[in-house]
């Protein structure tokens, strides 16, 4: 049996998973809501890496939180981005610093979080995260604060 359309996918794709590469990354322009402001929330339940000192599989929920200045992410690059990891030896800290400052220089978002659900490995879960704001927009959420206490 013959699966065409499958195999032109996958021959089309193998080399998404040969390294990181940020430059798949794309973006639009966050639609501007007439009130308040558009916070995003992404969760990519199927993460994968690759133990940089036992080459073992590592498995997470990456979480991805942010509030946009300009730009948004486009779901399919950031789905194409990540399938870089899969075959990466990263440590799990490394995997949502490195995810982080991609996602930072792409978007320059005023609030960005990235956080790894990984699976237990010697019993012991980790949960890293990695989390950016912009100055200005940290100085305006605390006077926002300040101004409602």
Not at 31 to 53: A, D, Q, R, W
Not at 113 to 141: C, L, M, W
Request: net charge negative.
């Amino acid at each position: 049996m013959e699966l065409k359309a499958l195999q032109e996918s996958a021959d089309k794709n193998k080399y998404l998973y040969n390294k990181i590469n940020p430059e798949l990354l794309e973006k639009f322009e966050k639609p501007n809501p007439k009130y308040g402001s558009l916070k995003l929330h992404i969760e990519v339940p199927e993460f994968t890496c690759l133990c940089p000192m036992t080459g073992q599989p590592d498995f997470a929920k990456i979480i991805i939180d942010y509030v946009p200045n300009l730009w948004c992410v486009e779901s399919k690059s950031l789905k194409l981005y990540l399938m870089g990891y899969r075959n990466t030896g990263m440590f799990h800290e490394e995997c949502v610093t490195t995810i982080l400052n991609d996602l930072v220089v792409l978007l320059e978002p005023e609030y960005l979080e990235v956080k790894g659900e990984f699976a237990p490995r010697g019993g012991i879960p980790f949960h890293p995260t990695a989390s950016y704001i912009n100055s200005f927009y940290k100085d305006q959420t605390q006077d926002m604060v300040k101004n409602v206490s």
